[in-house]
């Protein structure tokens, strides 16, 4: 694992990361597997790192992996909750549509 960028969000009390991870003949780390291994490197908990994307191009054994790392439990649930709850109501929306 490789940091590529290590940006300090004040204004959403958290840090972003972006990360490269190399797995060459392996798949595709899980999302769990890149939370333990960035909790490893930072020393924060699991509990308070929300995993954004990983993007990996066939053949090239190498994923990028955008983390965001917060602070403290409030501004996780402060924040992934919000996206959440977004997320959550679009596909309701598009359930709503499709039945019509």
């Known amino acids: 694992m490789k940091i590529l960028r290590d940006f300090d969000n004040k204004l959403c009390n958290r840090n972003e990361y ?6 060459m003949n392996n798949k595709t780390p899980t999302e769990g597997e890149v939370k333990k291994k960035i909790a490893e490197m930072t020393n ?13 191009k066939y053949g090239f054994g190498r994923s990028v992996v955008h983390a965001y790392i917060y602070n403290d439990e409030i501004s996780f649930k402060k924040f992934e909750m919000i996206n959440k709850k977004q997320k959550h109501d679009k596909e309701e929306k598009g359930k709503e549509q499709k039945a019509k």
């Open 18 to 23: 972006t990360i490269e991870i190399n797995h």
């Open 44 to 56: 924060f908990p699991e509990n308070l790192i929300s995993i954004q994307g990983t993007f990996t």
